[in-house]
């Protein structure tokens, strides 16, 4: 086995995730944010261990990530949390994932491929209450797509959600307007007569200050992972990482006073200094733009 390596401790993962349920009322569900391969963390191990320990759902970028899944025998929901192009609705209908929606065109293209596979597919109207990416802004164009997909009979309106854009700063005031916002729309939804299953806002950092954006369902990515912002670490005391890399020195050496070490000479020695390689690079993940910031 290579000396250089990632240890992922999937224990610590059950706990984080447990010391997040405790924040929540027991009618508030987990979705699990395993986007990007679970942040480099190994999507399918972690996806599982992530459902063992209470989460009901997992989130995603791509659904390319959710073929992975549910080749591997995992069968919860699965949420695409970003924009999808034409291309990809096959992947959506025949891998019965969950999509993202904020287009009324997109609803009818979904429509459309689903009753031609005699399928149903599950959808989730994006608000942008303040994010300023994707998402339905106007009221009114958000109640009109959520008719528009409430009427359709290929597909369900199974959420509606949000997301913050500075929950994890100290400043909380945009986070608020955010969460009003989105509670408005929530309400108007409702007096239309419409009742989506999930409706979720809160991400790790909202999970823990505002307790008031919960809702029924909360998603967490860095948490269960065992990160937390600056904003809110005595608030998250118990949090772990799970990830540890592990390597070992292949060589030592002196140098002398005014010797420079590797690219653009960013170390020189003030004095005689020993000096370790450890075998580590760019394939590794590790940033150049790290040079004389890590330790070891």
């Not at 009818?108 to 599950?122: D, F, G, H, S």
């Not at 916002?181 to 909202?206: C, G, L, Q």
Request: charged residues 20%; aromatic residues 6%; contains cysteine.
């Amino acid at each position: 086995m290579r000396s250089t390596r990632a240890i992922i401790n999937l224990s610590k993962l059950e706990r984080n995730i447990k010391i997040i349920k405790k924040q929540l009322n027991s009618n508030t569900a987990i979705m699990a944010i395993v986007k990007a391969n679970a942040y480099g963390h190994g999507i399918v191990e972690i996806s599982k261990h992530a459902l063992n320990a209470g989460a009901v759902a997992l989130g995603i970028a791509i659904p390319e990530e959710g073929i992975t899944l549910r080749h591997e025998g995992i069968d919860c929901e699965i949420l695409v949390l970003g924009g999808i192009d034409v291309h990809q609705i096959d992947a959506i209908v025949d891998y019965n994932l969950s999509v993202c929606l904020f287009s009324s065109d997109m609803a009818k293209l979904l429509n459309q491929r689903a009753k031609a596979k005699n399928k149903c597919v599950k959808v989730h109207v994006k608000i942008d209450s303040g994010m300023g990416r994707i998402g339905v802004r106007d009221r009114d164009d958000i109640l009109q797509l959520c008719q528009l997909v409430a009427n359709m009979n290929n597909l369900r309106l199974e959420g509606i959600f949000t997301h913050f854009a500075c929950a994890d700063e100290c400043d909380n005031n945009y986070s608020l307007i955010q969460l009003d916002h989105f509670k408005e729309i929530v309400s108007a939804v409702n007096n239309a007569k419409i009742y989506p299953k999930w409706i979720h806002a809160a991400n790790t950092d909202a999970i823990f200050n505002f307790p008031e954006s919960h809702f029924n369902m909360v998603r967490s990515g860095i948490g269960i992972y065992g990160y937390s912002s600056e904003a809110g670490v005595k608030s998250r005391t118990g949090l772990e990482p799970i990830l540890s890399w592990h390597t070992k020195v292949v060589h030592i050496k002196e140098v002398e006073p005014g010797c420079s070490v590797s690219y653009g000479r960013s170390y020189v020695a003030r004095n005689h200094r020993r000096v370790a390689t450890l075998p580590v690079g760019y394939g590794d993940g590790y940033n150049r733009l790290l040079s004389n910031r890590g330790w070891v």
